[in-house]
């Protein structure tokens, strides 16, 4: 596909062996659509809000570990038979190794090891459709129609829910979903998740409009427009037409490096403006002239009490998902006075301090690097090439918007969240692009 490796190269990687039979082309390229659709749709959509977590409740869903565990052998198998050798070995350099190794570290001091070391397997199971969407395809349009394809039938499916069964699709008035009465959350349990789904959806059908497959980007950018509109999710509707219009200005005036000029800034301000409030009254009480909410729905609280464990283990932190949810916060009493019992939290609603809280500041800054740093040097190297720029337009602008959301959400190696999975996919996506030659038709 895209970033195909050589003269025969195939999609983000490269053909099997020598210029594949037609067969084995359309193979890839469903392979690819189909793992995207998985990764977008995920393997229990429609579920509903679940009930506020218990504390001390599971997080496991045998559904997930088993379609994943699944779907992983199958790409396994289909990435050995049909990408070139040379393309899949690109990846045992890869910086994915380094945030792995930090998270297997941190799994085995967890609190409860075991059930950290399932997770990060689901999360390693999950990664393996990840990159079989990249490398599949053998040209780039492959690559472009897998994801119009994929993009299109999530979009449908949601948007038949929204028709025929709104009760899906819909937060109702009662119990915990009361508060967003009327907002769309589409197939997922909750409009802040389905939110910046459906942006990342939008620039799939940007960069489907650049590869010229116009109605079905136009079809994709309108569909998922109107899904975001009708979330009500604020800050997302502030961060999409920021990390759209940095990337498609910075691609019309030539100059990539103002995009990255310009993204350092506002990381810096939306840092600022929302952890940043609860170090600074001053910060605060600029948040307060700025936003309608500067606690960002009760997110303060979450963040100030994450801020203070943080420092209880600074250096290795308390291990890979072995916070929230276990008996350093679950046996705590109930503080009637906050907004939200922490107790039945199940996150710092920001990725960075929930990174701290796992992996220790050494181990969060490295993470951090790999994941957030590391992708803006390989989409200023992808870009030289003309015909890898699109391709890189897209992934970056998915980086730059989950950098964004990332303040206010969590989804570092988190599972099989959809969130983490299409993030991955730019990271990773830019990684490929960085190495590998591409063949474009």
């Not at 990846?91 to 070391?117: I, K, Q």
Request: include cysteine; charge should be neutral.
């Amino acid at each position: 596909m895209t970033v195909g490796v050589s003269e025969t190269g195939s999609g983000l990687a490269a053909g099997a062996h020598g210029v594949p039979v037609d067969g084995q082309r359309l193979a890839a390229a469903l392979l690819s659509g189909f793992g995207l659709f998985v990764m977008i749709l995920t393997f229990q959509p429609f579920a509903g809000v679940p009930d506020a977590i218990e504390p001390g409740g599971s997080t496991g869903n045998i559904v997930n570990q088993i379609g994943y565990v699944s779907l992983a052998i199958v790409y396994l198998v289909a990435m050995l038979k049909l990408c070139e050798r040379g393309v899949l070995a690109q990846m045992a350099t890869s910086s994915w190794l380094v945030v792995l190794m930090v998270a297997a570290f941190s799994a085995g001091r967890a609190l409860e090891p075991d059930a950290a070391l399932r997770a990060l397997l689901l999360t390693g199971f999950a990664m393996v459709p990840v990159l079989g969407v990249l490398v599949l395809p053998r040209h780039e349009r492959d690559f472009a129609s897998a994801v119009a394809n994929a993009a299109l039938a999530v979009l449908v499916l949601v948007y038949v829910a929204l028709l025929l069964a709104p009760q899906l699709a819909i937060h109702g008035s009662e119990g915990v979903e009361g508060g967003h009465a009327g907002d769309w959350r589409g197939h997922l349990t909750h409009k802040n998740f389905a939110a910046p789904v459906f942006s990342i959806l939008i620039m799939f059908g940007i960069y489907c409009w650049r590869m010229g497959l116009r109605l079905r980007g136009f079809a994709i950018i309108a569909l998922g427009a109107i899904f975001v509109l009708n979330s009500g999710s604020k800050t997302t509707m502030g961060f999409l037409p920021i990390a759209i219009a940095l990337v498609l200005f910075g691609r019309a005036l030539g100059r990539p490096r103002l995009i990255l000029l310009g993204h350092g800034a506002l990381v810096l301000l939306i840092a600022a403006l929302t952890v940043g409030t609860v170090f600074s009254p001053a910060l605060l009480q600029l948040a307060s002239a700025l936003t309608s909410d500067p606690t960002f729905t009760g997110r303060d609280e979450i963040w100030r009490f994450a801020s203070a464990h943080i420092g209880e283990k600074p250096w290795l932190g308390h291990g890979y998902f072995s916070f929230w949810q276990t008996p350093l916060v679950t046996a705590l009493e109930e503080n009637f006075e906050a907004r939200w019992d922490i107790r039945g939290i199940g996150s710092a609603h920001n990725s960075y301090l929930d990174a701290m809280l796992m992996f220790g500041l050494p181990g969060a800054m490295l993470v951090i690097f790999c994941l957030m740093i590391l992708p803006l040097r390989n989409y200023l190297r992808a870009q030289r090439d003309p015909a890898r720029q699109k391709l890189a337009d897209l992934f970056v602008m998915i980086v730059i918007f989950m950098t964004y959301v990332g303040m206010l959400e969590s989804f570092f190696l988190n599972r099989a969240d959809p969130l983490w999975l299409l993030f991955a996919l730019a990271v990773l996506g830019l990684e490929l692009a960085s190495r590998l030659r591409t063949k474009a038709v």
